[in-house]
């Protein structure tokens, strides 16, 4: 018995071992075929890339420059580019410095003679004209008008010249303005006999205006134009006055743009409501242009105010609803229009209670920026009011956390105010609370009231409170009055700068904004966006029912019969337009004036700051960034600002910690020291020794991910900090222009007649250059003789590569590689921006539209993602060329490429620097043709394992882990680890793939908003609360009269559970209303079959929100040792051999055959990597958690005007100083 027992165990387990041998023979015989593909693939693969792009001869053609190889000194690049942009900040703070003088002089001896509104006075409105069209009578009229206003200008000046520290004082300044008048001829002026001023009113509605190129818009240069904001009435007796007296400040504007031909736009904002705008410009109709108030620009509120510390204590009572909810609503988001980065604030709501606005900032004041001022306007329209407001409670609270900010000196350290905003005053309050928290503290908290009520009483309390505290009263009762009223507090705060006018000014730097774009424009443009869709979708469904019906549209003008609709228009990209804008305030010098005269300002558009950064010496992977003193981003080459073509919401509120992501392990969010520190010194303008990080970065719009260190070097540029980053394996070795020869003039001339060919967009190779493209502007510099090193290295590259527009007689090998595999395009990229390439459309029968053609999407050289990946992976292995296939493209498709790309570089001993990039586009069916080929072949009689046979499928994979090949058409372009998982947990697990998580701060979720109940609703919860709190009280009463009672033991609990049932029965209900709200009323109770069809059409409303997401990206290991296939010896129940991998020789590809027949390999549940992006959600808000966790270093840069000793006595003198209107 026990021999038969051995003898059976002793059968298993040779069978056993020969199944596990058998498995072993498969795998073996498949990791063989495996590889004898991947060589094959290889071979085909390279004689096609390596004679189509003609690799050798782009070697040959640069290896002269081999002799010409240096080292860069990245210290003296980055004090090179800081210099130049120094040297334009200068430029560009003179110019706005006159503007401030000359309206400061022209202001203190202005005509003080008023100008009613019924005057004959009349001016050139933005907004008002009707004809722009240049004839030649009207272009020779306005010139003889701004002739005789000059001669008006110039004989009333002569003899003013009293105002002191003025450099307008000078007559011979003041002269110079006239030079260009006085050198018209046959135009003298006589001052005594002037000629009149004023015309008709028609004659300032037709102003020629001429297309600029350096404006993007039409323009009249000979002139400004007055523009003003919404709610100003532009027959105002003080409008008129200072649109009179200002007319003059064109004199400095022409000086200024004939002094710095880069100016774009120069103006001068008044607090009165209008702005002076050079050049002349017709304002655009568009919604949310003509919404512009200047007034609310960070530009305009710093240079116009120090900085502020403001805490909004908002009333919350139980009669702010309806009308006076919508004012107290409309004011708060006024208030925070005018805040910006250098600004701290928070909202305390109170009634007889106190409570943060955001949960999360409690007892505290946090940045005023983009990100958590939408928080706040978020949260405006949500809060609930109830009980009655106790002033002395909101107003103890607010002084409590502006003493604490003031101690720990977190916060904008300078002016500090508490806005008070109130229906009335419900109970009495202690006027000691301001002696004893600001008077005898020497006034640091400035208060500033605004009623929504009528109440006489409470208006004398209120006004009381504000001029006794150095502060501002208005009445709100009307919406249309809130703007201009609550403004008055940017006045008063304006005082001690004004009364500090002997004092040196700074000038002020916004941080970046979008020209004329409101900041509430994501928002807007996004519902314009569902509003097109919502359109879309109703309109679709209504087609279809006319169509059942059979029904004829007969109106040519029917919604369903047109094209297009006004709408379509914001479907389109918009242009954004990326600045800065520097300003100063304008002194009012005249005796009675107190508050500033406005703001002086320029605006420095960011391809100003980019026109001067030497990208041929940074190179290819190297760049160059600018943050402000706050730490964020001005400009960056990973800045991502705009979301589905419209602008992020807060696209300018990004740090520079959310864009340099090191390469660690680190959860999101918390930065490495090493990159803190790096912050600190950039936000401190520390000088300090290059800093060396290890960073991650992504290409191919965050589908792939790149490794490697970086060395950063900064200097100071005025209030930014200029950054210059250089890769460290390649970054200092650059080619040395000043010792490559220009090409001679004919050869150059032959080369530029080539049209097969683009240079770099945004690189200047010559100042003076003009023409409508880039190309153009090249030629011209050639033909001027222009002589910078970047277009001698353009022109040397266009000589050495002239060869390339011979493709056109390709040899007789070439001649069958573009009919065998279809090839479509080559092209060359350059280190000096030169882009060439030649199509083959005959032979890959594909045709492209020029607007979408390959050249015109990929113009960028060493900007572009191809050549930027060609680089990095090339310069560790120069045999290799990189393949990719568009992202989840379709096989099905016969004109789906595949794109092959190699970088090439020089040597000289240790240095080696990249110089081009090769690259050829050939037809994917083609390539999967020939694939099929190879992967039938075996080295046996009979094939019995090809990719063919169901349980063996076949991939090729680039070395990110995407498909470049599969049976599967539909999987090309696909991450393999959405197809099969499990293999790719594998390949993680075997080390050919090495996971990262890469983080993305710049993300945008939809999301939807918080709802607001109907008033109707929120009245009748409070109603409903009230009356379950009353029955909670009388609840607890019962059971304590029956405790204390004789009652029966049952009796007493029958009247327990009596009370909390009435109780319980009232706090479902007020539960269901809550949580339920609007939406448990039904809106319309039909239930015709249409209107629930079309409520079902309803689209759910969203919101383009900041959030931070995370996704899983790969590499290849490149210390992997291939062929590979995994080999288990367990039970029958695993999967023996999941994959066999090898790497395709001389390229970035992968060969991946998984085994299907395998039964116990179907199926199988492995760690899901997905590249697709995923929220990370925090266990706070976003901006809350940012706020506490991310408040990182700041630096305030300008000066700090919180207190004058004039001011005290003003309001002394007249409460009219304080708000007071009534007699």
Same mark, same amino acid.
């Not at 520290?165 to 000078?170: A, E, L, Q």
């Not at 993300?1003 to 929120?1018: H, L």
């Given at each position: 018995?026990?021999?038969?027992?051995?003898?059976?165990?002793?059968?298993?387990?040779?069978?056993?071992?020969?199944?596990?041998?058998?498995?072993?023979?498969?795998?073996?015989?498949?990791?063989?075929?495996?590889?004898?593909?991947?060589?094959?693939?290889?071979?085909?693969? #390279?004689?096609?890339?390596?004679?189509?792009?003609?690799?050798?001869?782009?070697?040959?053609?640069?290896?002269?420059?081999?002799?010409?190889?240096?080292?860069?000194?990245?210290?003296?690049?980055?004090?090179?580019?800081?210099?130049?942009?120094?040297?334009?900040?200068?430029?560009?703070?003179?110019?706005?410095?006159?503007?401030?003088?000359?309206?400061?002089?022209?202001?203190?001896?202005?005509?003080?003679?008023?100008?009613?509104?019924?005057?004959?006075?009349?001016?050139?409105?933005?907004?008002?004209?009707?004809?722009?069209?240049?004839?030649?009578?009207?272009?020779?009229?306005?010139?003889?008008?701004?002739?005789?206003?000059?001669?008006?200008?110039?004989?009333?000046?002569?003899?003013?010249?009293?105002?002191?520290?003025?450099?307008?004082?000078?007559?011979?300044?003041?002269?110079?303005?006239?030079?260009?008048?006085?050198?018209?001829?046959?135009?003298?002026?006589?001052?005594?006999?002037?000629?009149?001023?004023?015309?008709?009113?028609?004659?300032?509605?037709?102003?020629?205006?001429?297309?600029?190129?350096?404006?993007?818009?039409?323009?009249?240069?000979?002139?400004?134009?007055?523009?003003?904001?919404?709610?100003?009435?532009?027959?105002?007796?003080?409008?008129?006055?200072?649109?009179?007296?200002?007319?003059?400040?064109?004199?400095?504007?022409?000086?200024?743009?004939?002094?710095?031909?880069?100016?774009?736009?120069?103006?001068?904002?008044?607090?009165?409501?209008?702005?002076?705008?050079?050049?002349?410009?017709?304002?655009?109709?568009?919604?949310?242009?003509?919404?512009?108030?200047?007034?609310?620009?960070?530009?305009?509120?710093?240079?116009?105010?120090?900085?502020?510390?403001?805490?909004?204590?908002?009333?919350?009572?139980?009669?702010?609803?309806?009308?006076?909810?919508?004012?107290?609503?409309?004011?708060?988001?006024?208030?925070?229009?005018?805040?910006?980065?250098?600004?701290?604030?928070?909202?305390?709501?109170?009634?007889?209670?106190?409570?943060?606005?955001?949960?999360?900032?409690?007892?505290?004041?946090?940045?005023?920026?983009?990100?958590?001022?939408?928080?706040?306007?978020?949260?405006?329209?949500?809060?609930?009011?109830?009980?009655?407001?106790?002033?002395?409670? !909101?107003?103890?609270?607010?002084?409590?956390?502006?003493?604490?900010?003031?101690?720990?000196?977190?916060?904008?350290?300078?002016?500090?105010?508490?806005?008070?905003?109130?229906?009335?005053?419900?109970?009495?309050?202690?006027?000691?609370?301001?002696?004893?928290?600001?008077?005898?503290?020497?006034?640091?908290?400035?208060?500033?009231?605004?009623?929504?009520?009528?109440?006489?009483?409470?208006?004398?309390?209120?006004?009381?409170?504000?001029?006794?505290? /150095?502060?501002?009263?208005?009445?709100?009762?009307? /919406?249309?009055?809130?703007?201009?009223?609550?403004?008055?507090?940017?006045?008063?705060?304006?005082?001690?700068?004004?009364?500090?006018?002997?004092?040196?000014?700074?000038?002020?730097?916004?941080?970046?904004?979008?020209?004329?774009?409101?900041?509430?424009?994501?928002?807007?443009?996004?519902?314009?966006?569902?509003?097109?869709?919502?359109?879309?979708?109703?309109?679709?469904?209504?087609?279809?029912?006319?169509?059942?019906?059979?029904?004829?549209?007969?109106?040519?003008?029917?919604?369903?019969?047109?094209?297009?609709?006004?709408?379509?228009?914001?479907?389109?990209?918009?242009?954004?337009?990326?600045?800065?804008?520097?300003?100063?305030?304008?002194?009012?010098?005249? #005796?009675?004036?107190?508050?500033?005269?406005?703001?002086?300002?320029?605006?420095?558009?960011?391809?100003?700051?980019?026109?001067?950064?030497?990208?041929?010496?940074?190179?290819?992977?190297?760049?160059?960034?600018?943050?402000?003193?706050?730490?964020?981003?001005?400009?960056?080459?990973?800045?991502?600002?705009?979301?589905?073509?419209?602008?992020?919401?807060?696209?300018?509120?990004?740090?520079?910690?959310?864009?340099?992501?090191?390469?660690?392990?680190?959860?999101?969010?918390?930065?490495?020291?090493?990159?803190?520190?790096?912050?600190?010194?950039?936000?401190?303008?520390?000088?300090?020794?290059?800093?060396?990080?290890?960073?991650?970065?992504?290409?191919?719009?965050?589908?792939?991910?790149?490794?490697?260190?970086?060395?950063?070097?900064?200097?100071?540029?005025?209030?930014?900090?200029?950054?210059?980053?250089?890769?460290?394996?390649?970054?200092?070795?650059?080619?040395?222009?000043?010792?490559?020869?220009?090409?001679?003039?004919?050869?150059?001339?032959?080369?530029?007649?080539?049209?097969?060919?683009?240079?770099?967009?945004?690189?200047?190779?010559?100042?003076?250059?003009?023409?409508?493209?880039?190309?153009?502007?090249?030629?011209?510099?050639?033909?001027?003789?222009?002589?910078?090193?970047?277009?001698?290295?353009?022109?040397?590259?266009?000589?050495?590569?002239?060869?390339?527009?011979?493709?056109?007689?390709?040899?007789?090998?070439?001649?069958?590689?573009?009919?065998?595999?279809?090839?479509?395009?080559?092209?060359?990229?350059?280190?000096?921006?030169?882009?060439?390439?030649?199509?083959?459309?005959?032979?890959?029968?594909?045709?492209?539209?020029?607007?979408?053609?390959?050249?015109?999407?990929?113009?960028?050289?060493?900007?572009?993602?191809?050549?930027?990946?060609?680089?990095?992976?090339?310069?560790?292995?120069?045999?290799?060329?990189?393949?990719?296939?568009?992202?989840?493209?379709?096989?099905?498709?016969?004109?789906?490429?595949?794109?092959?790309?190699?970088?090439?570089?020089?040597?000289?001993?240790?240095?080696?620097?990249?110089?081009?990039?090769?690259?050829?586009?050939?037809?994917?069916?083609? /390539?999967?043709?020939?694939?099929?080929?190879?992967?039938?072949?075996?080295?046996?009689?009979?094939?019995?394992?090809?990719?063919?046979?169901?349980?063996?499928?076949?991939?090729?994979?680039?070395?990110?882990?995407?498909?470049?090949?599969?049976?599967?058409?539909?999987?090309?372009?696909?991450?393999?680890?959405?197809?099969?998982?499990?293999?790719?947990?594998?390949?993680?697990?075997?080390?050919?793939?090495?996971? #990262?998580?890469?983080?993305?701060?710049?993300?945008?979720?939809?999301?939807?908003?918080?709802?607001?109940?109907?008033?109707?609703?929120?009245?009748?919860?409070?109603?409903?609360?009230?009356?379950?709190?009353?029955?909670?009280?009388?609840?607890?009463?019962?059971?304590?009269?029956?405790?204390?009672?004789?009652?029966?033991?049952?009796?007493?609990?029958?009247?327990?559970?009596?009370?909390?049932?009435?109780?319980?029965?009232?706090?479902?209900?007020?539960?269901?209303?809550?949580?339920?709200?609007?939406?448990?009323?039904?809106?319309?109770?039909?239930?015709?079959?249409?209107?629930?069809?079309?409520?079902?059409?309803?689209?759910?409303?969203?919101?383009?929100?900041?959030?931070?997401?995370?996704?899983?990206?790969?590499?290849?290991?490149?210390?992997?040792?291939?062929?590979?296939?995994?080999?288990?010896?367990?039970?029958?129940?695993?999967?023996?051999?999941?994959?066999?991998?090898?790497?395709?020789?001389?390229?970035?590809?992968?060969?991946?055959?998984?085994?299907?027949?395998?039964?116990?390999?179907? !199926?199988?549940?492995?760690?899901?990597?997905?590249?697709?992006?995923?929220?990370?959600?925090?266990?706070?808000?976003?901006?809350?958690?940012?706020?506490? /966790?991310?408040?990182?270093?700041?630096?305030?840069?300008?000066?700090?005007?919180?207190?004058?000793?004039?001011?005290?006595?003003?309001?002394?003198?007249?409460?009219?100083?304080?708000?007071?209107?009534?007699?």
């Amino acid at each position: 018995m026990h021999s038969l027992l051995k003898i059976s165990l002793l059968f298993v387990m040779v069978c056993s071992i020969q199944g596990i041998s058998d498995e072993r023979k498969k795998m073996e015989k498949v990791k063989h075929l495996v590889h004898l593909w991947a060589c094959n693939i290889s071979d085909k693969l #390279t004689k096609l890339s390596k004679k189509m792009t003609r690799e050798d001869k782009v070697e040959e053609s640069f290896r002269i420059l081999e002799d010409k190889l240096i080292k860069e000194d990245a210290k003296d690049l980055v004090h090179d580019v800081a210099y130049d942009m120094e040297d334009m900040i200068k430029k560009k703070e003179e110019a706005v410095h006159n503007i401030a003088e000359y309206m400061e002089f022209i202001s203190f001896h202005r005509n003080k003679s008023p100008i009613f509104e019924n005057s004959s006075y009349y001016f050139f409105n933005a907004d008002n004209l009707t004809n722009t069209k240049p004839t030649a009578e009207r272009l020779e009229e306005l010139h003889n008008i701004i002739l005789n206003n000059e001669c008006h200008w110039k004989c009333e000046q002569p003899y003013k010249s009293q105002l002191k520290n003025n450099i307008f004082r000078d007559p011979a300044r003041r002269n110079k303005l006239f030079a260009p008048r006085d050198n018209e001829e046959g135009k003298e002026c006589n001052c005594l006999h002037l000629p009149e001023k004023d015309r008709p009113p028609k004659s300032y509605q037709h102003l020629p205006l001429k297309f600029d190129p350096k404006f993007e818009e039409d323009v009249n240069l000979d002139l400004s134009i007055a523009k003003l904001a919404l709610n100003v009435y532009q027959r105002e007796q003080e409008v008129l006055e200072g649109i009179r007296w200002s007319e003059a400040l064109d004199l400095v504007f022409k000086e200024n743009l004939k002094n710095d031909p880069t100016l774009t736009w120069q103006y001068f904002a008044s607090p009165k409501g209008f702005m002076r705008h050079y050049p002349a410009v017709h304002w655009s109709e568009e919604q949310y242009k003509q919404t512009y108030d200047f007034r609310l620009r960070t530009w305009y509120t710093e240079a116009f105010t120090s900085p502020k510390d403001i805490i909004i204590v908002l009333d919350r009572s139980g009669s702010m609803i309806g009308t006076r909810r919508a004012v107290s609503d409309q004011i708060v988001n006024q208030i925070l229009d005018t805040l910006n980065d250098n600004d701290f604030v928070n909202i305390y709501t109170f009634t007889n209670t106190t409570e943060p606005l955001i949960n999360c900032f409690v007892d505290t004041l946090f940045q005023a920026n983009e990100e958590n001022l939408r928080l706040l306007r978020e949260a405006i329209p949500v809060y609930e009011e109830e009980f009655a407001a106790n002033l002395s409670l !909101g107003v103890n609270k607010a002084f409590d956390i502006l003493e604490n900010v003031r101690r720990t000196r977190t916060s904008a350290n300078c002016n500090q105010a508490i806005m008070l905003i109130t229906e009335g005053l419900d109970y009495e309050y202690n006027k000691e609370i301001f002696k004893k928290r600001n008077w005898e503290k020497d006034y640091p908290v400035r208060i500033f009231t605004y009623q929504i009520e009528q109440d006489d009483g409470d208006a004398v309390e209120l006004e009381w409170i504000a001029c006794s505290n /150095m502060g501002w009263w208005g009445n709100m009762s009307v /919406m249309g009055d809130i703007r201009e009223k609550m403004l008055q507090y940017l006045n008063v705060m304006s005082r001690p700068i004004n009364l500090s006018v002997d004092k040196k000014r700074k000038f002020i730097w916004s941080y970046l904004h979008v020209d004329l774009a409101d900041r509430r424009l994501s928002n807007w443009l996004w519902k314009k966006f569902e509003g097109i869709r919502q359109r879309k979708v109703f309109l679709d469904h209504i087609k279809r029912i006319i169509f059942r019906q059979n029904q004829m549209l007969t109106a040519e003008e029917h919604m369903l019969l047109k094209e297009s609709h006004s709408y379509d228009a914001y479907e389109e990209k918009m242009d954004y337009k990326y600045m800065t804008t520097v300003s100063l305030p304008v002194f009012g010098r005249n #005796t009675n004036e107190t508050s500033l005269l406005g703001v002086a300002g320029i605006d420095v558009p960011l391809t100003l700051f980019k026109a001067l950064i030497p990208y041929e010496r940074i190179g290819v992977n190297g760049y160059a960034f600018i943050v402000t003193n706050n730490g964020y981003i001005l400009m960056h080459p990973d800045h991502k600002t705009e979301f589905q073509t419209i602008l992020k919401p807060t696209f300018n509120r990004v740090d520079i910690l959310e864009v340099e992501i090191l390469n660690d392990d680190k959860a999101p969010r918390l930065f490495g020291d090493s990159v803190v520190q790096l912050r600190d010194k950039l936000v401190n303008q520390t000088p300090s020794d290059p800093i060396t990080l290890k960073v991650k970065y992504t290409l191919n719009d965050n589908k792939r991910l790149m490794l490697g260190n970086r060395n950063y070097y900064f200097a100071p540029i005025g209030p930014f900090t200029l950054g210059v980053v250089l890769p460290y394996k390649y970054g200092f070795d650059i080619v040395n222009k000043s010792r490559i020869e220009r090409p001679s003039a004919k050869s150059s001339a032959s080369s530029l007649v080539s049209t097969f060919w683009k240079v770099h967009p945004d690189w200047i190779y010559c100042k003076k250059c003009v023409g409508i493209t880039p190309e153009d502007k090249v030629r011209s510099g050639f033909s001027k003789n222009e002589n910078s090193s970047l277009l001698t290295s353009l022109l040397y590259d266009m000589e050495a590569t002239k060869w390339f527009d011979d493709y056109g007689e390709a040899d007789n090998e070439e001649e069958k590689y573009i009919i065998e595999y279809q090839v479509h395009k080559v092209f060359l990229a350059t280190y000096s921006g030169l882009t060439r390439w030649r199509d083959f459309q005959d032979s890959s029968r594909i045709h492209e539209e020029e607007e979408d053609s390959f050249e015109k999407r990929n113009n960028r050289a060493i900007d572009e993602d191809w050549y930027r990946r060609a680089v990095e992976l090339n310069f560790e292995d120069e045999s290799m060329f990189i393949y990719a296939v568009p992202f989840e493209t379709s096989g099905y498709e016969n004109n789906t490429m595949i794109t092959g790309t190699k970088a090439i570089f020089v040597e000289n001993g240790e240095l080696k620097s990249p110089v081009a990039v090769v690259g050829l586009q050939f037809n994917h069916r083609e /390539m999967y043709e020939w694939y099929n080929d190879i992967t039938t072949q075996c080295t046996e009689p009979r094939c019995k394992i090809t990719c063919k046979q169901p349980d063996l499928n076949c991939y090729i994979l680039d070395n990110n882990a995407y498909i470049v090949l599969s049976d599967e058409p539909e999987y090309i372009g696909r991450y393999i680890g959405s197809i099969r998982p499990d293999i790719m947990a594998d390949l993680i697990n075997d080390k050919i793939f090495i996971p #990262t998580k890469m983080y993305d701060y710049q993300a945008i979720c939809q999301k939807i908003p918080p709802k607001k109940q109907p008033e109707t609703v929120r009245i009748q919860n409070r109603k409903l609360k009230e009356a379950m709190e009353k029955k909670m009280r009388k609840m607890m009463a019962r059971m304590k009269a029956a405790k204390s009672s004789g009652t029966p033991r049952f009796v007493k609990i029958l009247n327990h559970f009596l009370a909390i049932k009435d109780w319980f029965i009232s706090a479902i209900y007020l539960l269901k209303n809550v949580v339920m709200g609007e939406e448990a009323q039904e809106v319309y109770n039909s239930t015709k079959e249409e209107y629930i069809t079309f409520n079902k059409l309803i689209i759910e409303k969203t919101v383009p929100t900041p959030c931070d997401q995370m996704r899983w990206l790969f590499n290849l290991n490149t210390s992997a040792k291939f062929p590979f296939s995994r080999f288990t010896s367990g039970t029958k129940f695993e999967c023996s051999w999941p994959y066999a991998i090898d790497k395709i020789p001389n390229t970035n590809l992968l060969f991946l055959a998984t085994n299907d027949g395998d039964e116990a390999c179907k !199926g199988r549940f492995g760690p899901i990597y997905s590249t697709e992006p995923t929220e990370i959600i925090y266990n706070k808000s976003l901006p809350c958690y940012i706020a506490t /966790m991310n408040n990182y270093t700041r630096r305030m840069y300008m000066n700090c005007y919180n207190r004058n000793k004039k001011e005290d006595k003003l309001n002394r003198e007249s409460h009219e100083n304080c708000g007071h209107t009534w007699k």
